[in-house]
């Protein structure tokens, strides 16, 4: 079936000095002549008068026709710049409706270029990352993705599975030739290194994934700590109620901060300790709630009482946690940072904000910023999850490998680990999948 021709305003709303209508699919030709008398030449800018249907002026502007398939979602697309008023828009999107067109769903544009082959799925996805991008660096990562950086270290990856896979089966057709598997140390050197290639991947992606979503940090610990004073240290705002009385702060608070770049999603909680108060029990149920989906825990207690059993036993396993040793101003500590058994330590002062550069440098480290590599790129959760499914697959075949020998076995899971990656590109993804990627895009994308 031949795609229904799609029509969005392209630019944001509101007023502006240009406002752009995109119009893409078969009708493309028929749509131009309903509006502007004619099929503009290719690719080339014309101004031109844009009409309604009894002939009457609606703007004038310039009018673009790419034609299919070297255009972005590979079908006829004609784009008239208009001005940017949201009824003269309106007038020329309801022109193109009484034409033939129909209004594009969100990302629609974008999932005609995937599905025509025109770009990969990361590099859509890259796209909106790059509109969406909330700093500058996030902007600079997407740009890279949107480049290729991320989905040909993917198409290399698959290619070399790809490579293992036919060699593996023709050993599986010919049991009895020379490829034997038994004792062949080149294939597991080959699995090996495919596997330090995606753990370095992973890392990478790890690092794209939090500079476009940003670190999740949960400031917690006793009441009185100095938890609060901690949020308002480091956002620079007085953001949350600080007073000498424990439990001070029951609801959670949460601010978007940014640290030189890095945007750091922060959680204020009430201080753990076991209260006869409903609404401070609540409280406290709430903050424990909240470890959960911390990427990085701020445990923070007071310098002069040492950290305290209850909290440590609160702390959910598996979550990393620097602990904030605060109120040193009090003690004429100086600011440091130091290796505990828990992981880092810094001696800092809330108050006089001796220490909080350690701390604004130790986050920065945290997200992998310290020494960002050049190949860096923006990455989303679903990269991750599918980059780790993969590795998963490929430590099971080099599992199988060095132990039974069972070819098919590892042939299994290399096809496997091949369609965990092939998600990131779209090589293999679901409608289901598509579907709800694109429809986080905006409209006209
Ligand atoms: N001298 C000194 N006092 C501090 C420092 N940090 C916090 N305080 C004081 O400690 C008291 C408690 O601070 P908060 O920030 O409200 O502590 P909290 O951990 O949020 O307390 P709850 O919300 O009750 O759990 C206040 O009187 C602060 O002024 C610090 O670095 N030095
Ligand atoms: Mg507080």
Not at 332 to 342: D, G, R, S, W
Not at 362 to 368: E, N, Q, T, V
Request: hydrophobic content about 45%.
């Amino acid at each position: 079936m031949v795609n229904q021709t799609i029509v969005a305003v392209a630019t944001p709303p509101g007023f502006g000095g240009v406002g752009i209508v995109r119009v893409s699919g078969s009708l493309v030709s028929d749509i131009a002549a309903g509006i502007l008398g004619r099929l503009p030449p290719a690719r080339c800018a014309n101004l031109a008068t844009f009409r309604d249907a009894r002939g009457e002026l609606l703007d004038q502007g310039i009018a673009l026709y790419f034609p299919g398939p070297a255009s972005f979602t590979g079908e006829d697309i004609l784009e008239l710049q208009g001005h940017g008023g949201p009824v003269v828009l309106d007038l020329l999107v309801q022109r193109c409706l009484e034409l033939g067109a129909r209004p594009a769903r969100p990302g629609e544009f974008s999932e005609r270029a995937f599905l025509n082959g025109k770009i990969d799925l990361a590099r859509a996805e890259a796209i909106a990352d790059l509109i969406e991008s909330s700093t500058a660096l996030a902007a600079r990562l997407a740009g890279r993705s949107l480049h290729g950086v991320f989905s040909r270290q993917i198409d290399d990856l698959i290619e070399r599975l790809v490579r293992m896979r036919t060699f593996l089966e023709a050993t599986l057709d010919f049991p009895d030739d020379e490829l034997g598997l038994s004792g062949d140390q080149g294939i597991s050197d080959d699995l090996r290194a495919i596997i330090a290639q995606t753990q370095d991947l992973i890392g990478a992606a790890r690092q794209g994934q939090v500079i476009r979503e940003g670190l999740a940090v949960v400031i917690a610990g006793p009441p009185n700590a100095g938890k609060s004073s901690l949020l308002n240290a480091l956002s620079g705002q007085d953001a949350a109620i600080v007073t000498p009385i424990p439990g001070t702060t029951r609801d959670l608070l949460k601010l978007d901060i940014q640290v030189d770049g890095l945007p750091i999603r922060i959680v204020d909680t009430a201080g753990l300790r076991h209260s006869e108060d409903v609404v401070e029990r609540e409280g406290v149920r709430r903050a424990r709630a909240q470890l959960d989906q911390a990427d990085l825990v701020l445990w923070v207690y007071d310098a002069a009482e040492g950290p305290d059993a209850l909290t440590r036993e609160s702390l959910p396993s598996g979550i990393p946690v620097t602990r904030i040793r605060n109120k040193i101003d009090r003690l004429k500590v100086l600011p440091a940072i130091t290796q505990v058994e828990t992981g880092s330590e810094i001696a800092l002062s809330a108050t006089t904000g001796a220490g909080l550069d350690l701390l604004r440098s130790h986050l920065k480290a945290f997200a992998g910023l310290g020494a960002l590599p050049e190949g860096a790129f923006v990455a989303r959760r679903r990269h991750l999850d599918a980059l780790r499914r993969g590795l998963g697959y490929l430590e099971s075949a080099h599992h199988a490998l060095t132990e039974t020998s069972a070819s098919e076995l590892v042939a299994e899971d290399l096809l496997q680990a091949q369609h965990a990656f092939g998600e990131i590109t779209g090589r293999f993804t679901s409608e289901d999948l598509l579907g709800r990627i694109f429809s986080t895009f905006c409209i006209g994308k």
